[in-house]
C-alpha cells in the first residue's frame, strides 16, 4: 500500500485543528481506528506531527477532540493497529479500549 502524504504542511494542519474546533463531524464508516487527539499529542512518538506522516492513507479526518482513519480491509486495520502500538499507543486491556477504538461499520 502507497503511503499517504498529507496535501498540507504540518502549519496547515495545525491552522485547521484550530478553525474546525467543535465545527466539524467526524465521519465513521467502513472500518475506522479513533484516537483521542489528546493521547495522540501525549503519547504518541512524534506527537501530531509524527501521526500524520505515519496515516496510510487519505481518510484521516478529525474534529480537534478526535482523529480517524478508515479502511476497507481488516487486514489494513490491524497493520496500522500495530503501528500505533508500535508508537506508544495500546489497544486494549482486559477487552477495554484505552487508546485506540476500532469500529466496524
Given amino acids: 500500500m502507497e503511503k499517504y502524504k498529507p496535501q498540507f504542511s ?7 485543528i484550530h478553525f474546525m474546533r467543535n465545527t466539524m ?7 475506522s481506528v479513533i484516537v483521542r487527539m489528546d493521547t495522540i499529542s501525549s503519547k ?9 506522516d505515519d496515516v496510510p492513507n487519505g481518510t484521516l479526518c478529525f474534529d480537534g477532540e478526535i482523529a480517524r482513519v ?4 481488516p487486514t489494513d486495520v490491524k497493520a496500522f493497529r500495530k503501528d500505533l502500538e508500535r508508537k506508544g499507543l495500546q489497544f486494549l ?3 477495554k ?6 469500529v466496524d461499520q
Avoid at 10 to 16: D, K, L
Avoid at 25 to 31: F, G, M, S, T
Avoid at 70 to 73: H, N, P, S, T, Y
Fill in 10 to 16: 504540518r502549519e496547515r494542519w495545525g491552522f485547521f
Fill in 25 to 31: 463531524a467526524v465521519l465513521v464508516e467502513a472500518i
Fill in 44 to 52: 504518541y512518538h512524534g506527537g501530531w506531527d509524527a501521526f500524520i
Fill in 70 to 73: 478508515g479502511f476497507m480491509a
Fill in 93 to 95: 486491556d482486559n477487552g
Fill in 97 to 102: 479500549s484505552i487508546d485506540i477504538a476500532v
